[in-house]
């Protein structure tokens, strides 16, 4: 296949599939916001509003207003979203809620700094899409109680008993690294200098396991490693899709080094989490080979295999690493046979470990608009970008 | 197959399998308390000591001390637990924590109060083995707690919003239904009375869907079905081991008619849970159909199953039921040729939807010991008194 096919994959996918499957299904036209749970066609089957998803869904809309097109029926979706979220997301304190019923009344209290970040994230861009100083305020003020957050993020909902085994967890400094890009225009630059180099530093190092090559999901808050369930445990998407987190980092600051470490990583963490039996990445597991607590571990999840790709083609672009592209044509494939649905719409999310379809459905309480347009977006992009680069299909693939 | 071979498996998997598996790699030396931990040969390959599986095992070593055999050996193994336990168990309010760490010292704070259920089964069962007081004051004084906080369960670690969706949960009242006969000796009367006569209530006439014959694991605290993930959710496992605690409280007051209800309650949840395709009973389900939240739902578990089998003879036994045994025979030949390990001892916990093993191990965070032997001696006992009852297995069962 050649790199404009593959280009036309993803860039059709996002335009004459994915993007109107949202836009058909996911109106709530009569108490604004998304819904996003929904059936294999698109049919709503639960109403509850996850503030995860309503921030991505108002993130991605945005996005492709601002980076595709200027379709005014895009930003009204987003628009149709932050209305709903300025006026029932927030507690009195602007801590973001994690979910909300139907007509927007909480259900479940603020105690998930991530609600919190992705709403930054989504008034970031869609102040960028208006304009709006409101937005770009939500935003920042969103950021900031982030940052005051950010070393006891559960705050009073944590079940932890004090300093016994105090951990910290690699899933906030790693969005950190995602969402400072999303809203540097709205930050002064020294925050963003020191939120970055933070960050690289958490991923890269404390995080990175220099013997291993892989990411843990959690380590001692003194760096060690913890020898527990939560301290043993991978999380390969998260490494995988934290690598292209870095790789924009390091192409923004022309690092080198940095570069090459992140594509090194990203083979290491695929070379240890393949499935070679039914192919597909594992969702979880344990970097000392003993059983994780999560019943889930061996199921492919859609999020896990698009943003890996999205790795293998930026690093391939940065690079020429003809691993990357190999691994590419390899997660491709397995991608491509497993997770779309030519006949209604959108990706399945998640599969057995043999790659049947486990939940007929295509969102639900943690998958929304997000992963899959936003992977296909970027994989689009960078997929030009290698073709203007490289010109063809590296050579050496068809030797190996 | 007849049923004194059917007594035989039961009996002698227990004594001669399951007790030396724990006996063997169980006991911390140490540090007192148990591993639970322990891979598929018994290895320990994980430290922290769970608050339900430390009290599951005082209590399973001091019931078949009671009730089997006053081996000191067990005896010994069950108060090895409980020194661990009143050493390191409990919070300054007499909570009892989640989890320790090996040396006994709090990892998780107590806001799970089925810690405090099984500590009140381990303390009460002890008690009757030892006669010492100070054992059944921690019974008394922890049932009394539970009472107290039977209402707000998870107290100020609860994630709802207050009075959005107020739900309650299947699980409580359905474990005090057991718990109560464990304690009995040691409770007033009047409150065995009423905890009894609350417990059915709220198991076969709150919980109990009247139009499905199947049970709910959550409704609004004022009885409506809620049409949300959690309100649709249905955990087979939990309704099935729920009507031999029925079965037991109705044999205790002769009541037929529950006995009855009980046995055709089994029956609904076996033929809507019973995987037709690779048999074994489902672990989540959703009363409408719709997609659950739990990935882990088509896996089949050990507790399922031998709870399963042990509603299925005690219902033979006390109605003649022959669906009873026909689904006895069904349940026990998936249970037998899936989950027990014969060439290392104990059983396999986690299975795929397939039948095959999840996880190499034989406990965890979740699985100690407690179901295995507590089934396998409430399935031999069940079916030494069918034998002597019926004498010869139903001959209908050839016929259909």
Sequence with gaps: MSILKYTNVYRDNLLNDVVPFWLTHSKDEKFGGYFTCLDTKGNVYDTDKFIWLQCRQVWCFSMLYNKVEKKPQWLDLAIHGADFLIKNGRDA???WYFSLNQKGVPLTQPFNIFSDCFAAMAFGQLYQATNNKAYGDIAVDTFHNILRRQNDPKGKYSKAFPDTRPLKSFALPMILCNLVLEIEHLLEPALVASTIANGINAVMNDFYQPDSGL??????VDGAFSDSFEGRLLNPGHGLEAMWFMMDLAKRSNDQ?????AVDTTINILDYSWDTKYGGIFYFMDIKGHPPQ???????LWWVHIETIISLLKGYLLTGDIRCWQWFEKVHTYTW???PDAENG???GYLNRQGEILLPMKGGKWKGCFHVPRGLYQCWKTLEAIEKKYTKIPQAVNNL
């Design 346 to 348: 959108e990706w399945f």
């Design 215 to 220: 990411i843990l999901e959690n380590i001692n």
């Design 257 to 261: 080094q940095l570069i090459q470490k």
């Design 93 to 95: 304190e602007g801590n």
């Design 337 to 339: 046979a497993h997770f």
């Design 294 to 300: 999560q019943l889930e571990w061996d199921q492919k």
